[in-house]
């Protein structure tokens, strides 16, 4: 048996940086992830040559504060890598083509005036951009676009949930990665003092001993702290809560959530004659969207990854990647996937927010982090844990 200060149980950047502000509090902590690495929605996959590209999320702005205090913090900012432009791009019927030249400009100047007095609380996306843009162009190519994001549909999810606005650091590029990718991020936090992170462990039962956490994984062990973190898909972590705090089991249970299945290729930088592209938004495909490196640009290589709808036949992924990448399969050097479960949000999202706010007050020393309380971004998994870790502070001085 295992004993220490602090369990978080889900090793993604929200859990790491839980685990990092309460181990510079002076705690131990213990991360348990069950995958081979931690990281979660952060996953650069790194070939022996040096080439990176990203399975996971790709992007951070200027806007995110929070993470580039924790960057600072690390002492990790000559990692900072400015992305460049490229541009973005739309697959319909087997065609990479512009966006713009899918809209039709008569419905955007017709639905122009709605934009005053439109209000973002209380609507879906389809609602409130439909009324901007006019429907048919939010069915032909916004709908698609706001898929491209979280990887799942999107027009049901609460308009002020997404996009949110946030001020600015002039200091640093408008958007970046870091050097490696943003693993690198995920892989200082677990390097941090006071952090052991113990990967292969998955959690099947959380129960108490006494007045602390007992938490059991696959492999038979047990680890036991005082206070205990979650920093899992809601879904599952209503599932291992259901007998120690079932009030927030049953809020955790009312988010639904989404898989995200990805499949990333690498290809001589000449293999393919697809122009550079930052993202290429599928419209009525099999996936929702491909994220590539050409932000970072590599003179011998490209890498692509596609966000598959979960329906997709694995083994026609490959050669549809292929497909429209114009390479024959010879030519791929390097194939990854991954897949994690992302929020899914609905209208009524604040309440069921409240709900777990409200049970957690009641079940002392645990935190829940995420990004499906204040947003969806990599900002905000750190602008909760940050807020989580200051709770669990409070509540034992």
Not at 22 to 43: F, I, K, M, N, W
Not at 222 to 250: E, I, K, N, Q, Y
């Amino acid at each position: 048996m295992i004993q220490t200060d602090l369990l978080v149980v889900g090793g993604g950047l929200s859990g790491l940086t839980l685990a990092w502000h309460q181990a510079r509090a002076g705690r131990t902590v213990v991360v348990l992830e069950a995958q081979d690495s931690p990281g979660g929605c952060v996953h650069s996959e790194r070939l022996d040559n040096g080439y990176w590209f990203e399975l996971g999320a790709h992007t951070c702005y200027n806007s995110y504060q929070a993470l580039l205090g924790l960057v600072e913090d690390l002492g990790i900012t000559q990692e900072i890598l400015p992305r460049q432009k490229a541009p973005f791009r739309m697959l319909v019927d087997g065609r990479v083509v512009s966006i713009t030249s899918q809209l039709s400009f008569g419905e955007l100047l017709w639905s122009a005036p709605r934009f005053v007095g439109a209000r973002k609380e209380g609507n879906s996306v389809r609602d409130y951009y439909g009324r901007i843009v006019g429907n048919g162009n939010y069915d032909r190519v916004m709908s698609a676009m706001f898929a491209a994001v979280p990887s799942q549909c999107a027009d049901e999810f609460p308009a002020d949930l997404i996009f949110k606005k946030r001020e600015r650091r002039k200091d640093v590029a408008k958007s970046f990665t870091l050097k490696g990718g943003l693993q690198t991020l995920t892989d200082a936090l677990a390097a941090a003092p006071g952090v052991q992170v113990v990967t292969g462990a998955t959690a099947t039962a959380i129960t108490k001993q006494g007045e602390a956490f007992a938490v059991t994984t696959a492999d038979g062990r047990t680890f036991l702290a005082p206070r205990l973190g979650l920093a899992l898909p809601p879904s599952v972590g209503a599932l291992l809560m259901a007998d120690v705090a079932p009030d927030l089991s049953a809020a955790l249970g009312a988010f639904e959530v989404a898989p995200v299945e990805s499949l990333g290729v690498v290809v001589p930088s000449d293999a393919t004659p697809l122009g550079p592209m930052a993202f290429l938004v599928a419209a009525r495909d099999t996936f929702y969207s491909a994220v590539t490196r050409d932000v970072v640009p590599d003179p011998a290589w490209r890498g692509f990854t596609f966000h598959f709808k979960a329906q997709t036949p694995e083994a026609v992924r490959l050669e549809q990647i292929c497909t429209i990448l114009q390479v024959p399969r010879a030519k791929v050097a390097h194939v990854a996937s991954h897949r994690v479960v992302l929020p899914s949000p609905r209208l009524g999202h604040e309440g069921r927010v409240a709900a777990v706010e409200r049970a957690l007050a009641a079940a002392s020393g645990v935190a829940v982090v995420g990004n499906y309380f204040g947003g969806l971004a990599l900002e905000d998994c750190v602008l909760r844990a940050e807020a989580e870790s200051g709770r669990l502070s409070a509540a034992t001085t």
